[in-house]
């Protein structure tokens, strides 16, 4: 018998969920019997239990340690109300919510049950709401934690468990904010500790909704968002990328004076089967295809794209030549910034972004007298950062209104781009014209990915040890004079596995494995002076092509 059947024999017994046992019971069986696919499955769904760190849990859903289920999520909040027990003594404050995803409401009951019985207070959300909704409400009802069962933009398999600390168990500036060292090892060792899942003790006693009150505060705050009382005419096409956004979205723009708002009918409704995508988020190519055809044919303004959970926003603007684009992370960061800089009513002195983001921020925050900080990436970071204004992170990722939502907040970014892209029209102008401004103010700052999804994670590693050996001696031409090892540390940030490469032509690379995917991360960045009124983006787009090439041929992929 392989230690793959015994750990799952073992599983079965403890297994508070009826249709997971009878899910790894048949599975079971089938490699006893010699079937080999059936053993290399159980084998994957025994390779060790899923990690809890910074992210919490993201896996696929299914039976087993290494997966997505009822009775992972049982150890994993048993682990939790531990951590708040040993830590804040009883009494603890929870808010639970959780998004469309299969084994998303099963999820959020089996941890109220958990959390009630350990004492705490829990408060839950309705079901089926955006993420910013539960990173809200922690502040909102001045909870010590919050948990959010979502996987975001994963693929439809996956679901995941996200924690936030807040009221005592953190202090201003992370409240409301995800996890960080060392709360994660502290929990995660609370979990490794925690009884087998039909062990832990469950009650109904103390669990009490949050009401719609919540929800309503929520629309008004990021209705507000947009300062201007009087209707608005710019028309906005908006697609909720077959998450729980479509809804809480609809009425915001609506309350913030938005009425000509188009939504995408064959992805306006939750379903985690994400059936018109190839995969969730909207960056990957074709995602937003179906929004840029329902704005070519009403004439739009703007598309706005949120992806499954709505933490996350993405922007395609009209060009003056009649085409549209689809603007990248950074492109959003940027106006979105700007847009903050020059707001005084704002709280805060600082912009901040991650890391692998464009540096045009920090020019932007020189430029208005403000403070600029470049965080560790994810917002995580980014969103604890003193004094913060507007936070952004590459990954379409934007915190707009801090003293509310202390995490990235699509439907609140989504208000802001609306705003400026009406603002801009008052003035004639456009998003186009915007970011000409600023790339003939600070130079074109112009940024492109470069990823690599694997099969296997070992060639990660292997990746980065061959880039650690070897290094890169020059990009599109230029010699690098600055290599750095993230994994070192520094004055400015903890230490990270990541490499960064600047050129003496000022472009940059960060190369880092992804926390969430099985992917290598490449960062490009290329700056480019702008001679008169002329922006170069052919040029640069060439370059960025240039340094992909160089790249890709460093790592040996």
Same mark, same amino acid.
């Given at each position: 018998m392989t230690d793959a059947i015994e750990r799952a024999q073992a599983w079965i017994e403890h297994d508070p969920d009826p249709a997971t046992r009878s899910e790894l019971t048949a599975l079971t069986r089938a490699a006893e019997q010699g079937d080999p696919s059936a053993l290399t499955e159980l084998e994957s769904r025994f390779s060790g239990p899923l990690t809890f760190g910074t992210a919490g849990l993201r896996g696929a859903v299914g039976a087993g340690e290494s997966r997505m289920n009822?009775?992972?999520?049982?150890?994993?909040?048993?682990? $939790?109300?531990?951590?708040?027990?040993?830590?804040?003594?009883?009494? !603890?404050?929870? #808010?639970?919510?959780? %998004? &469309?995803?299969? *084994?998303?409401?099963?999820?959020?009951?089996?941890?109220?049950?958990?959390?009630?019985?350990?004492?705490?207070?829990? $408060?839950?959300?309705?079901?089926?709401?955006?993420?910013?909704?539960? !990173?809200?409400? #922690?502040?909102?009802? %001045? &909870?010590?934690? *919050?948990?959010?069962?979502?996987?975001?933009?994963n693929p439809p398999a996956d679901n995941g468990y996200k924690v936030y600390l807040g009221g005592r168990a953190a202090d201003e500036d992370g409240r409301g904010v995800q996890i960080v060292p060392p709360a994660d090892a502290e929990i995660a060792a609370r979990i490794a500790a925690s009884p087998p899942a039909d062990q832990v003790p469950l009650s109904a006693e103390g669990i009490e909704p949050a009401g719609d009150e919540v929800v309503q505060g929520y629309i008004a705050r990021a209705a507000s968002r947009r300062p201007s009382t009087e209707p608005s005419g710019t028309r906005v096409v908006l697609t909720p990328m077959h998450g729980v956004g479509g809804e809480i979205a609809q009425q915001v723009l609506h309350r913030a004076g938005f009425a000509d708002v188009h939504v995408v009918a064959a992805q306006a409704q939750p379903d985690p089967d994400f059936p018109t995508v190839s995969f969730p988020n909207p960056e990957e190519p074709g995602a937003i295809d179906l929004a840029l055809d329902l704005a070519r044919e009403v004439s739009a303004d703007v598309v706005i794209a949120l992806d499954p959970d709505a933490d996350r926003c993405s922007v395609a603007i009209p060009l003056h030549d009649g085409s549209w684009r689809q603007l990248t992370g950074d492109e959003i960061g940027a106006v979105l910034g700007e847009q903050a800089a020059t707001d005084?009513?704002?709280?805060?002195?600082?912009?901040?972004?991650?890391?692998?983001?464009?540096?045009?921020?920090?020019?932007?925050?020189?430029?208005?007298?403000?403070?600029?900080?470049?965080?560790?990436?994810?917002?995580?970071?980014?969103?604890?950062?003193?004094?913060?204004?507007f936070g952004y992170e590459e990954a379409i990722g934007y915190c707009t209104d801090p003293a509310a939502v202390h995490d990235k907040d699509g439907i609140g970014a989504m208000v802001r781009a609306a705003t400026l892209v009406d603002d801009l029209a008052q003035e004639g102008r456009t998003v186009e014209d915007l970011l000409d401004d600023l790339a003939r103010a600070h130079g074109l700052h112009a940024t492109g990915p470069l990823s690599f999804r694997v099969p296997d994670l070992s060639?990660?590693?292997?990746?980065?040890?061959?880039?650690?050996?070897?290094?890169?001696a020059q990009l599109a031409g230029s010699p690098v004079v600055e290599a750095r090892d993230l994994a070192e540390g520094s004055d400015e940030l903890p230490p990270t596995d990541g490499l960064l490469y600047l050129t003496e032509a000022g472009d940059r690379v960060i190369v880092r494995p992804s926390g969430t995917e099985p992917k290598l991360k490449c960062y490009?960045?290329?700056?480019?002076?702008?001679?008169?009124?002329?922006?170069?983006?052919?040029?640069?787009?060439?370059?960025?092509?240039?340094?992909?090439?160089?790249?890709t041929a460093a790592l040996g992929f």
């Open positions: 009822v009775a992972v999520v049982t150890r994993a909040t048993a682990g $939790l109300a531990r951590y708040l027990l040993d830590t804040l003594g009883p009494g !603890a404050r929870v #808010v639970l919510g959780c %998004d &469309a995803r299969h *084994g998303s409401s099963p999820f959020m009951d089996a941890a109220a049950g958990v959390l009630a019985a350990s004492g705490a207070t829990v $408060l839950t959300l309705p079901k089926q709401l955006p993420t910013p909704m539960t !990173a809200y409400a #922690v502040r909102a009802l %001045d &909870a010590d934690a *919050g948990i959010m069962i979502t996987a975001s933009h005084d009513t704002r709280e805060g002195d600082t912009l901040a972004c991650s890391i692998v983001s464009s540096r045009l921020l920090g020019r932007i925050a020189e430029a208005h007298g403000l403070k600029h900080a470049a965080t560790l990436t994810g917002f995580k970071w980014i969103a604890r950062t003193p004094g913060i204004r060639m990660i590693s292997d990746g980065m040890a061959r880039l650690r050996a070897r290094g890169i490009l960045e290329v700056v480019l002076p702008c001679e008169g009124d002329e922006v170069p983006r052919a040029a640069a787009a060439e370059r960025l092509e240039s340094i992909r090439a160089d790249v």
